[in-house]
T-cell receptor
Framework: AQSVTQPDIHITVSEGASLELRCNYSYGATPYLFWYVQSPGQGLQLLLK??????LVQGIKGFEAEFKRSQSSFNLRKPSVHWSDAAEYFC?????????FGAGTQVVVTP | DSGVTQTPKHLITATGQRVTLRCSPR?????VYWYQQSLDQGLQFLIHYYNGEERAKGNILERFSAQQFPDLHSELNLSSLELGDSALYFC????????????FGSGTRLTVV
């Protein structure tokens, strides 16, 4: 069965600092991996996705993620965080007819 | 605007009642997925429809049911509501399966009192 673990429930980062959110997955074959962002009161927006090929994936809003098969990880990064990046971030794995989401990481950005 | 429309945005109802949540998928998308988001359970997959047919069921209670109509809009019916059913209910759509990711609606916040 597929599963996703986001080890960090909550992360606080200073504006302008770098951000890395961790995601570990369990899946029997090559996974399809996704990162979504949810702002308060909003739906989830797709940041980026990985299917195959280059293991470093670029997404929207300056985010990137790196797929590491040996570590079963798909960590999300941003070099310099803006106050508007404060939100909840979800990692998800597929395929299997549906996406399995992690529990989410809440990101707080301080001045 | 993601292109996925959910109505109503907010719903307050009493225990024991029945409600219907509606979702219109993005133009061209044939798949509709329903998720429940709560603080204690996170995002839980409920059900998936593809072009009018049920394709997969997740943690959906027997009190809940859904359908997808010929125009591809979908409805999620929740009956005999309990306090614990209070949650955000999201609809998402995709062209086919989940492989290319979903487009989410902004959700319906259900409060059962």
């Amino acid at each position: 069965a597929q599963s996703v673990t986001q080890p960090d429930i909550h992360i606080t980062v200073s504006e302008g600092a770098s951000l890395e959110l961790r995601c570990n997955y369990s899946y029997g074959a090559t996974p399809y991996l996704f990162w979504y962002v949810q702002s308060p009161g909003q739906g989830l927006q797709l940041l980026l996705k990985y299917f195959s090929g280059d293991t470093l994936v670029q997404g929207i809003k300056g985010f990137e993620a790196e797929f590491k098969r040996s570590q079963s990880s798909f960590n999300l990064r941003k070099p310099s965080v803006h106050w508007s990046d404060a939100a909840e971030y979800f990692c998800a794995v597929g395929p299997s007819g549906k996406l399995q989401f992690g529990a989410g990481t809440q990101v707080v950005v301080t001045p | 605007d993601s292109g996925v429309t959910q109505t109503p945005k907010h719903l307050i109802t009493a225990t024991g009642q029945r409600v219907t949540l509606r979702c219109s998928p993005r133009s061209g998308d044939l798949s509709v997925y329903w998720y429940q988001q709560s603080l204690d359970q996170g995002l839980q997959f409920l059900i998936h429809y593809y072009n009018g047919e049920e394709r997969a069921k997740g943690n959906i209670l027997e009190r809940f049911s859904a359908q997808q109509f010929p125009d591809l809009h979908s409805e999620l019916n929740l009956s005999s509501l309990e306090l614990g059913d209070s949650a955000l209910y999201f609809c998402a759509s995709s062209v086919g399966g989940a492989d290319y990711g979903y487009t989410f609606g902004s959700g319906t916040r259900l409060t059962v009192v």
